[in-house]
Structures are given as C-alpha cells and as structure tokens.
C-alpha cells in the first residue's frame, strides 16, 4: 500500500488535516512519506495550499507536491476553465504519484472535495486516477446529519468502479457530539459496509505543529499506523437510551 487516495464526501470536512495526521503517524514509525495534492483551488500564487499545510502539521521530512493551482474555491474542471489554465488529467496524477513512490514508502494523493469532482473536460475524476494506479482510497467524513448517506454513496461508487475502499476516517469529531453524531458512528460502517479507521477531534489543525505529531497516531488505527481502536472509541461514545417522550395529557374536565 504504497499510494493511497484521500477523498471526502464533500469539502470542508477535515482532508487536510486527517492527510496530515496520516503523514505524521506514518513518518512517526519510521515510514517516508509524499503528499500530493493534484489541484488546489481557491488559494493565490503566494499562500500556502493544502500539501503545504500537510508538512507544516506532519513535519519538514514530508515531502510536498502540487501539480495545478487554480484561483477561484471551484471545482477543478470549472475553476480552469473560468481562469483559462490547463486542466488536469487522471494520467497526470498517477504519473506524479508513482514518481514519488519510487522513493517514498507512502503517498497519500488528497482529492479536491468528493471522489467524483471533475477534473478536467471529459470528466474524470480522483476513483479515474486511482484505477490507473490501482491505489485503495480513503474516504473522510463528517460527524454529522448526512453523513450516512454521502459516505455510503462514495463507498458505493467505488465499489461499481471496482476500486477498493479502505474505511472511513470521521474528520472532524465534536468535542461535545450530539445525538446525531454519536448514532451515525455506530451506523457508519453498517452503512458503507466499511471499517472506522479514526476519529479527528475537532480543531486539531490549529494544534501547535509538535503537540499535532504526538497525538495523530492516537486519533487514527493501526491500518494507518496509529493505536486508535475503533471499539474503544465506540463504546466511549455509545448513544443513550431512547426515552420516549411524555405523554400528552388529556383534556380536563369541566
């Protein structure tokens, strides 16, 4: 398993920051580790994107790779053909990536948004890149209401594309999670027909960088070379029992 795909449900929802922890637990026992993040959207020429942020958090010996830079927070394909840049192709990304696996142990490859956000003009796609390099994909997800759906829609959609699915890491855990949270954890991998491979608390990227490299193999399983244990954190976080609601009284006599 030396490339692994990185794809949400959607964007917003911590990629970046489990990428990051990957990286971190992984050069934490001893791997090499590359970062590639095909298109970064929405940064200027100047700011640092995502696989930047990735060695700012997992450390300086993760080497960071860009292949394209668009302007506008869009959709790969949209923003480049708003800006007028070239478009990125599937043969583009897996040439990148098994460049740097030749030198690296690991390269996690972090897709922009879901798994199936355009690319380029034909329409292809971050599972496009992953059946050219034959890579399992892991998917990052969120807490919440919907969750359930959109992670069993990506696990399904790759399972029509005949690519392998890893698990399922939960991007962002709330330090206080609701109800809502707490089933959908139990319910995931029913749902998806997949195994949890960590939980992310919430605002773990803005930890000092050193505090982030001590915990991230905390925060993610042994699959992905940390201690996590998706049991533990289950029975931590199991839901409360149902209490049905009181009953409404009667009307009152006269």
Same mark, same amino acid.
């Given at each position: 398993? =030396?490339?692994?795909?990185?794809?949400?449900?959607? %964007?917003e929802?911590?990629? #970046?920051?489990? #990428?990051?922890?990957?990286?971190?637990?992984?050069v934490?026992?001893?791997?090499?580790?590359?970062?590639?993040? /095909?298109?970064?959207?929405? &940064?200027?020429?100047?700011?640092?994107?995502?696989?930047?942020?990735?060695? !700012?958090l997992? @450390?300086?010996? &993760?080497?960071?790779?860009?292949?394209?830079?668009?302007?506008?927070?869009?959709?790969p394909?949209?923003?480049? !053909?708003? =800006?007028?840049? *070239? %478009?990125?192709?599937?043969a583009?990304i897996?040439?990148?990536?098994d460049r740097l696996?030749?030198?690296?142990?690991?390269?996690l490859?972090?897709?922009a948004?879901?798994?199936?956000? !355009?690319f380029?003009?034909?329409? =292809? #796609?971050?599972?496009?890149a992953?059946r050219?390099l034959?890579?399992?994909?892991?998917? &990052?997800? /969120?807490?919440?209401?919907?969750?359930?759906?959109?992670? %069993?829609?990506?696990?399904?959609?790759?399972?029509? !594309?005949?690519? #392998? +699915?890893?698990?399922?890491?939960?991007?962002? $855990?709330?330090?206080?999670p609701?109800?809502?949270?707490?089933?959908?954890l139990?319910?995931?991998?029913?749902?998806?027909?997949?195994?949890?491979? @960590?939980?992310?608390?919430?605002?773990?990227?803005?930890?000092?960088?050193?505090?982030?490299?001590?915990? +991230?193999?905390? $925060?993610? *399983?042994?699959?992905? =070379?940390?201690?996590?244990? +998706?049991?533990?954190?289950?029975s931590a976080?199991?839901?409360? *029992?149902?209490?049905p609601p +009181?009953?409404?009284? @009667?009307?009152?006599?006269?």
């Open positions: 398993m =030396s490339v692994v795909m990185v794809s949400g449900t959607g %964007t929802i911590g990629k #970046t920051v489990v #990428t990051s922890a990957i990286a971190a637990a992984a934490a026992a001893g791997r090499s580790v590359a970062v590639l993040k /095909p298109a970064q959207t929405g &940064v200027g020429p100047q700011e640092p994107g995502d696989a930047a942020e990735a060695v !700012r997992a @450390g300086p010996s &993760v080497t960071a790779v860009e292949l394209a830079r668009y302007p506008e927070p869009l959709a394909d949209t923003a480049a !053909r708003r =800006s007028g840049l *070239a %478009t990125l192709a599937p583009q897996a040439e990148a990536a696996s030749q030198d690296h142990d690991l390269v490859v972090e897709g948004g879901g798994l199936l956000v !355009r380029d003009e034909a329409g =292809s #796609t971050l599972a496009d992953a050219l034959g890579a399992p994909t892991l998917i &990052v997800a /969120p807490a919440g209401l919907g969750t359930l759906n959109s992670t %069993t829609l990506t696990a399904e959609a790759l399972r029509a !594309r005949e690519l #392998t +699915a890893l698990g399922v890491v939960v991007g962002s $855990w709330p330090q206080s609701d109800l809502a949270a707490r089933c959908n139990a319910d995931l991998p029913q749902s998806s027909g997949l195994p949890l491979l @960590g939980a992310v608390p919430e605002g773990s990227g803005n930890l000092a960088p050193d505090r982030f490299r001590a915990s +991230a193999a905390s $925060w993610l *399983a042994p699959a992905l =070379s940390g201690t996590w244990s +998706a049991d533990s954190f289950l976080w199991r839901p409360p *029992a149902f209490v +009181a009953p409404h009284p @009667g009307p009152v006599g006269v």
